[in-house]
């Protein structure tokens, strides 16, 4: 089974960029598909954005379309998310996620996950 680890957040102004890691290890991500998610103070988790294994096909939520991008390093077995314009209401826990089981949604039937890394945006 593959174990996840993030990195990369942190305190950042509005309008501004991170990028988060998520490290693999135990298993090639290319036999999953890797998702990220986030979860705000008083929210319920949220789907962002997912890669499939194989073909490296993506998905996004449509509040992050357009500023957020999914990318995954084969080499080093690991997966980015590219944030950028961000805004005050992407201050959240970010989760990375894999899943090993095919479900038609790409948001859905996660059952791997990180510790997250915390994101806040000052406005």
């Known amino acids: 089974q593959v174990q996840l680890v993030e990195s990369g957040g942190g305190l950042v102004q509005a309008g501004g960029s991170l990028r988060l890691s998520c490290a693999a290890s135990?298993?090639?991500?290319?036999?999953?598909?890797t998702g990220w998610f986030r979860q705000a103070p008083g929210k319920e988790r949220e789907f962002v954005a997912s890669?499939?294994?194989?073909?490296?096909?993506?998905y996004y939520a449509d509040s992050v379309k357009g500023r957020f991008t999914i990318v995954r390093d084969n080499a080093k077995n690991t997966v980015y998310l590219q944030v950028n314009s961000l805004r005050p209401d992407d201050t959240a826990v970010y989760y990375c996620?894999?899943?090993?089981?095919?479900?038609?949604?790409?948001?859905?039937?996660?059952?791997?996950w990180g510790p997250g890394t915390q994101v806040t945006v000052l406005s």
């Open positions: 135990g298993r090639t991500l290319r036999t999953y598909r």
């Open positions: 996620s894999a899943r090993s089981v095919w479900v038609p949604s790409p948001t859905r039937a996660y059952d791997i």
């Open positions: 890669i499939n294994g194989s073909a490296g096909t993506t």
